[in-house]
């Protein structure tokens, strides 16, 4: 069966075009035509349009609205409620570096405008599952985390990919409960991070990643928990040996270091069997790696030893 896959661009539903964008829609457009960085100017128009859809990732569901995906939130440094995305706009955006470094051959900073300018910008619509059993779609913007490592060299002896996230005193209430463990670390191995679904996103809905999503800049790898997810990134660092995360340090028995997605797998205090869909409120079936099986199963095939799920 041949099944013609709708370019990004061709899809019709799309209405960002019409967008200020301030980021990387050169980078996004050059990459998507397969062109070279020597080549010609593009036209003013082309300038214009978002960073086209990726269309290998499909939701196969409906995307969030804009409203629900912004103002539902979890960032406990503004605190443990769904509504912090008010407080979160006191989150400087700009300047925005994001340190590279431990077991790299060249570390250094990259300032996020680089990094909008320089990276292959697409646009990709992701599930996204919290271990909470609530669940949304939402098209990201933004690059595979693979890049930006290719561009600092991993030493074999990296093992880790460990994300340190914003601890800003001054603009994040949250950080004055200090019974957390701040500043969020997350972690993932290098093999995950190299598989092509793992996303460093800097915007949705065709617009910068708002601060209560994780701007300028969070991670996201859509087969796992979303907590798994670090917002704001400030330091991505290759390491040997595993790195203890926010929520393993908080609670390692309910919250682990692969949480992988698998609804046969309950969380000790409640079923992962289904999740409310954020908007409609609706109950749909939660699936094995939420869905992405295909592209990841292949990376725990050596792992059956570990605590794979959540
Ligand atoms: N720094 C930081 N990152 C974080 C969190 C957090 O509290 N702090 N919450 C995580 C959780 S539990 C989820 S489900 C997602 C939620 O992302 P969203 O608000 O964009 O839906 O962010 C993750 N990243
Ligand atoms: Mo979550």
Known sequence: MLIRIPRGWEIPDRDATAEALVFGRRAALKAAAGLGAGSIALPAFAQDAPPARNPRYLAGREITAEKDATTYNNYYEFGTDKGIHRAAQKLPQR????????????????DIEELLKTMPMEERVYRLRCVEAWSMVVPWTGFPIAALLKAVGPKSEAKYVRFETAALPAAMPGLRQSWYPWPYIEACTVDEAANDLSFLVTGAYGKPLPPQNGGPVRFHQPWKYGFKAGKSLVRISLV?????????????????????????VSHPRWSQASERVLGSGERIPTQLFNGYGEFVAGLYTNLQKERLWA
């Open 95 to 110: 300047p925005w570096t994001v340190k590279v470094d431990g077991l790299v051959d060249n570390p250094r900073g990259f």
């Open 240 to 264: 040997a040996q595993r790195p203890k995360t926010f929520w393993e340090a908080i609670q390692a028995s309910e919250y682990g270091f692969w949480a992988n997605v698998n609804p046969e």
